[in-house]
């Protein structure tokens, strides 16, 4: 029973970054799109705008998921890390350049100089999570069962490039529903109808990913497959498809702040189909929950820890991401950066 709670834990952890980090992938999907120097002078402002608060907070739940891994599923974190390291390296190289181009971007006085930040913002918020998208397809396809050794076969097959391509597209999917309410937030009024649109591109986008992948990765990865096909992770996804539309919808009236809760919502369903499709595998059809759970003393502990974070984090970053959506953590000027 401690195993299966930390398990449903670990996957809110996920969904958590899935949202949280998504929204901030997305909008740098968006940099990498806006164009050249002067006609994406506009969104990029936004986008500058809108992420400087609160972008780094989000990872706050990437650590979280990597403690619950390594200290409740000891074995299930060596399995993954074992078989994966090479695009949960490249992931990882890609957070710290997006995070390096971000912050040297705006300081930067030479345009020369800007352009190459900016690229390797923009580039590595696309690249971050197709190969975290290519990890959670290398899981679901079952290609990564204890004693896997690492190779392409693990991450570079059917299931994990479309899992990738499902990440890239939920994050602009987020990322724009996000900044049209952004546009509105900071008065930006060229901008809603801008990221409007592609907040509708992005829809579509995410709802024909899912589809194809159902379609393209039944013979690759038929245990999850069926999971998303049948039952509860079937009502899940219908759910979640419902989610969107409604975030279609409500972007393109005045309601676009309350696009940002159907929008989480569309993407989190589709992460807990996920989990519960695999049930009781962390690994399909090689490790269950049980068979990857620690000692019974770490995982009552995890229990306890996770409890206090909820009681001690969750509040304040409820409260920090209210502040932020309400304009009160409004970023630095030009002028006080230049000062």
Known sequence: MTANIVAWILLAAIAAYACGGGVDYGAGFWDLLAGGAERGKR????????MAPVWEVNNVWL????????????????TVFTALWLPLALAAIGMVLRGAGFALRKPARKLAARRVYGAVFAVSSLLTPFFLGAVIGGVA????????????????????IMAGLGAVAATA???????????????????????RLRA????????????LALVVTDP??????????????????????????????????RAAG?????????????????????????????????????????LQWMLIVAGVSL?????????????????????????????
Not at 150 to 157: I, K, P, R, V
Not at 226 to 242: E, M, V
């Open 220 to 253: 690759h990865a038929s245990y999850v497959h069926h999971g998303l096909t049948h039952g509860i992770g079937l009502l899940l996804l219908l759910l979640a498809a419902a989610a969107a539309a409604v975030t279609a919808w409500l972007v393109a009236g």
């Open 258 to 298: 309350w696009a940002r809760y159907s929008s989480v919502a569309a993407v989190a369903l589709v992460v807990a189909a996920w989990g519960v499709a695999q049930r009781p595998y962390l690994v399909p059809t090689s490790l269950t929950v049980q068979q990857a759970a620690g000692a019974s003393a770490p």
């Open 200 to 211: 509708w591109i992005g829809t579509a986008a995410l709802l024909a990913m899912g589809v």
């Open 63 to 78: 650590i979280f998921v990597l403690i619950l891994m390594w200290t409740g599923f000891p074995v299930f974190f060596q």
């Open 141 to 160: 396809s079952g290609r990564v069962a204890p004693g896997t050794t690492a190779s392409a076969d693990a991450w570079a097959n059917t299931t994990s």
């Open 173 to 195: 999917f987020l990322g724009a529903v996000f900044l049209t309410a952004d546009a509105r937030r900071f008065g930006a009024r060229d901008l809603v109808g801008y990221f």
């Open 311 to 339: 009681v001690l984090i969750g509040p304040a970053l409820v409260v920090l991401y209210r502040l932020d959506t309400h304009g009160v953590l409004e970023p630095l000027s030009d002028e006080d950066v230049a000062r």
């Open 43 to 50: 969104p990029r402002w936004l986008i500058d705008h809108a």
